[in-house]
């Protein structure tokens, strides 16, 4: 079993700036890849990208010119940059994990709130 932990949401001004960070726990050496999403109450889910073990990344055309993912020291901690944040971005910001056997996102972290004021 994994388990995913996120943190570095918060409450930014428009047009800020916030990084978040994904941990992950357990059996973590049968992570392919990580990732993250992000929802609204009211509006569908949206997949914003991922890295895999090897270090490819890609992450959805809506907001890829101001979010970033990358990996830190550890293969098992992710970041997302969100640079130039607009009122439409406030959301629970989510980690996901796939997983050997599993070929989709089941191991899903509880999130991590970002608002954004004017």
């Known amino acids: 079993?994994?388990?995913?932990?996120?943190?570095?949401?918060?409450?930014?001004?428009?047009?800020?700036?916030?990084?978040?960070?994904?941990?992950?726990?357990?059996?973590?050496?049968?992570?392919?890849?990580?990732?993250?999403?992000?929802?609204?109450?009211?509006?569908?889910?949206?997949?914003?990208?991922?890295?895999?073990?090897?270090?490819?990344?890609?992450?959805?055309?809506s907001v890829k010119a101001r979010f970033t993912i990358s990996r830190g020291r550890s293969k098992e901690t992710i970041y997302l940059q969100v640079n130039n944040l607009r009122p439409e971005d406030p959301a629970v910001y989510s980690c996901a994990a796939l997983a050997t056997p599993y070929h989709q996102y089941n191991y899903w972290g509880q999130g991590t709130q970002v608002t954004v004021s004017s």
Request: proline content about 2%.
């Open 1 to 61: 079993q994994v388990q995913l932990l996120e943190s570095g949401g918060g409450l930014v001004q428009a047009g800020g700036s916030l990084r978040l960070t994904c941990t992950a726990s357990g059996d973590v050496f049968a992570i392919d890849s990580m990732g993250w999403s992000r929802h609204t109450p009211g509006k569908e889910s949206e997949w914003i990208g991922a890295i895999t073990r090897a270090g490819s990344t890609y992450v959805t055309d």
